[in-house]
């Protein structure tokens, strides 16, 4: 992560020129280099710069991605255009690389949706009652605004209304529930539990059974007046992201379909004050080098701000990976958690559909690496308590990926158990190291890179006593 850049505030003629072509109503300097009618200093651009940018940061990698997912057709990860769905009858490998820490316990059925014309119906078909399924609604934001799925409406299938903010209609014929998004780009993300590899023909048949149609389709009634088709801009690498000011002209793109939340106003205005607004365009090129290194250093005190939470509050356990998924409701609008949880793993679950412990240290508090080699141990009774599945799954850093391993197992998991090794007392314990602990321990082994790496743990469904604390997670023990 970026260190924070030492705080220095330079208020130079070229400065004041460059705030006053960027900011309204903007006359002579006052005292103090402080820009009279605007009442704003480079040390506030600063300011806002890193206040915008923890707050922007999940909007801007989610439109990284869903550009990739479906508006560049050129781009390797394309699935297929807006408001069509796409199964993905596999699960996640090394080869995937557009979604950090991806899961790779359930083949994916995907769909981005641009609601400006219309809402869109959603139908799922009856699925048995013993297979997990879920259907995360992510908005523009990246909060999971509502589910569909076991935990939430059943496996007796049904079709679901999505809706943008604009549509105002009743629940039509024929929908069992509408679920209405604060924005006008909505990801749906499908996950299908997979038993085992022998399995896969009838998740193949479940994702098959998936429909995403127009809302006007699904009642026989003529479209509606299509909205205009949207002139998506270039989005960032994720190494321009952390470092580029462009990144503030894809945060004021991605938030023309975001309309402003009464929560909001307050916040949006402050931003607009640097130029940062729905449809705006920051000219970067014509700022001063003082104006830019105000935006850069406020950049750099985000990353550090985020690298100080994870350091004293996501390491030390205070901030579990549970606080940084949800709802707008639920994360009180915590936008550094709401980073925190793009950075980590984008587009994670609610708690209460899952539950990710995450291994970044030892039990000695040193962070991982596969240099070494570490067990975790679970004694009789204490699996992770669920209604659906747990696993533990590996990724190299930094670029938080599925890690390539000789034998291709990127994880282990709760429909494995039949095939692991128990110890004498009853328990199990899981070896994750970078070469084999042996064969009569390779059922038991979750390859590791040689290099630095994390763990997560996904507890999907989680029982009461996961979710209040009451199990923990073993810890990862050195054992060399």
Not at 119 to 135: A, D, F, N, Q, W
Not at 208 to 237: D, E, H, M, R, V
Not at 346 to 373: C, F, H, R, T, W
């Amino acid at each position: 992560m970026t260190a924070a850049l030492t705080r220095r505030t330079v208020v130079t003629g070229l400065a004041l020129v460059a705030i006053c072509q960027l900011l309204p109503a903007c006359k002579q300097a006052g005292p103090g280099g402080q820009v009279a009618e605007s009442g704003i200093t480079p040390a506030e651009v600063r300011a806002i710069a890193k206040e915008a940018y923890i707050y922007g940061f999940p909007m801007v990698d989610s439109y990284r991605i869903q550009h990739a997912y479906f508006v560049d057709k050129a781009n390797p990860e394309y699935k297929a255009p807006l408001n069509t769905l796409v199964n993905i009858p596999r699960v996640y490998t090394p080869a995937d690389t557009a979604v950090q820490t991806p899961n790779s316990d359930t083949p994916y059925s995907f769909a981005g949706l641009d609601l400006r014309t219309e809402p869109m119906v959603l139908t799922v078909p009856p699925i048995e009652k013993g297979r997990y399924y879920s259907v995360q609604l992510i908005d523009a934001y990246t909060f999971n605004f509502d589910y569909i799925g076991s935990r939430t409406t059943g496996n007796d299938g049904g079709s679901y209304v999505i809706a943008g903010p604009g549509w105002k209609g009743e629940t039509p014929k024929g929908i069992k529930k509408v679920f209405r998004s604060e924005t006008n780009l909505v990801s749906p993300v499908i996950r299908t539990q997979l038993f085992n590899p022998a399995d896969l023909d009838n998740v193949k048949k479940i994702q098959a059974g998936y429909k995403l149609q127009p809302l006007s389709a699904f009642l026989g009634q003529p479209a509606p007046t299509a909205a205009p088709p949207i002139n998506f801009i270039k989005p960032l690498t994720p190494d321009e992201e952390k470092t580029s000011l462009e990144f503030f002209n894809i945060l004021n793109f991605v938030m023309q379909f975001a309309p402003t939340v009464p929560s909001e106003e307050a916040v949006r205005a402050r931003f607009a004050r640097a130029g940062i607004a729905a449809g705006k365009t920051l000219d970067v090129g014509s700022l001063s080098p003082e104006l830019k290194a105000a935006y850069q250093q406020g950049m750099a005190d985000a990353w550090a701000d985020l690298a100080n939470l994870q350091k004293t509050e996501l390491e030390t356990g205070k901030v579990t990976s549970g606080d940084l998924f949800g709802t707008r409701t639920s994360l009180k609008d915590n936008y550094l958690y709401r980073m925190a949880a793009a950075v980590l793993g984008i587009y994670g679950n609610s708690k209460e559909e899952a539950m990710y412990p995450m291994y970044a240290v030892d039990a000695s508090g040193q962070k991982l690496n596969g240099a070494n080699k570490y067990t975790v141990h679970f004694g009789p009774g204490q699996l992770p308590p669920v209604n659906a599945f747990w696993s533990l799954t590996m990724y190299e850093l930094p670029k938080s990926l599925l890690v390539a391993n000789p034998i291709n197992r990127y994880l282990i998991n709760s429909p494995m158990l039949p095939q692991l090794v128990k110890d004498p007392d009853g328990g199990i314990t899981l070896y994750i190291q970078n070469e084999s602990p042996g064969k009569d321990k390779e059922p038991n082994w979750l390859p590791a890179p040689k290099g630095p790496f994390v763990s997560a743990m996904r507890l999907y469904w989680p029982k009461q006593e996961a979710l209040d604390g009451k199990w923990k997670a073993p810890p990862m023990t050195k054992t060399n």
